[in-house]
T-cell receptor
């Protein structure tokens, strides 16, 4: 079975400051990892994904994440946040070979303070 | 315009009254999923479908049924809704085996807010 832990339920950060949203996963096999963003009253949008290859992946809106197999982590980072980044962020995992069976974390609410 | 539509967007019903939430996509995607979103629990997958007539359970399938008789539609059926099924439901579709895969386009519907009294 696979699981995802998002360690912070809420993260307040000042505008233009850097941010890191933490995600740890557990799986006994290889995984695919994803970060999604949900703006207020909207559906989810894919931010970035790790499937294989380079462990540093870049996504939309200036976000990036690093896959660390030894630490089983996939933390999301942005060097300088904007007010428009205020949203809820979800980490998700698919077990290798699990294809469409997706497990999400509980989400982290990013609050950007002007 | 590529999109996933869900109907209804809002529904208040009573315990035990059968209901169906429809999901339709116009992108000819093979893969579709249903999720529920609850505060403090994130999104949990209910069912997914790999193709017409091919469906499988996600993490929380109890109390739900699905069908995939045609490629574009993937309705979620609650035969006897209960208050613990009060939630925000999302349908999603994707073009590849791994959603969000290298060249995948993945779309989520706008959500259906269901209240069961």
């Amino acid at each position: 079975a696979q699981s995802v832990t998002q360690l912070d339920s809420q993260v307040p950060v000042f505008e233009e400051a850097p941010v890191e949203l933490r995600c740890n996963y557990s799986s006994s096999v290889s995984v695919y990892l994803f970060w999604y963003v949900q703006y207020p009253n909207q559906g989810l949008q894919l931010l970035l994904k790790y499937l294989s290859g380079s462990t540093l992946v870049k996504g939309i809106n200036g976000f990036e994440a690093e896959f660390n197999k030894s630490q089983t982590s996939f933390h999301l980072r942005k060097p300088s946040v904007h007010i428009s980044d205020t949203a809820e962020y979800f980490c998700a995992v698919i077990r290798g070979g699990g294809y469409q069976k997706v497990t999400f974390g509980i989400g982290t609410k990013l609050q950007v303070i002007p | 315009e590529a999109q996933v539509t869900q109907n209804p967007r809002y529904l208040i019903t009573v315990t035990g009254k059968k209901l169906t939430v429809t999901c339709s996509q116009n992108m000819n995607h093979e893969y579709m999923s249903w999720y529920r979103q609850d505060p403090g629990l994130g999104l949990r997958q209910i069912y997914y479908s790999m193709n017409v007539e091919v469906t499988d359970k996600g993490d929380v399938p109890e109390g739900y049924k699905v069908s995939r008789k045609e490629k574009r539609n993937f309705p979620l059926i609650l035969e006897s809704p209960s208050p613990n099924q009060t939630s925000l439901y999302f349908c999603a579709s994707s073009s590849q085996l791994v959603p969000g895969g290298r060249t995948d386009t993945q779309y989520f519907g706008p959500g259906t807010r269901l209240t069961v009294l």
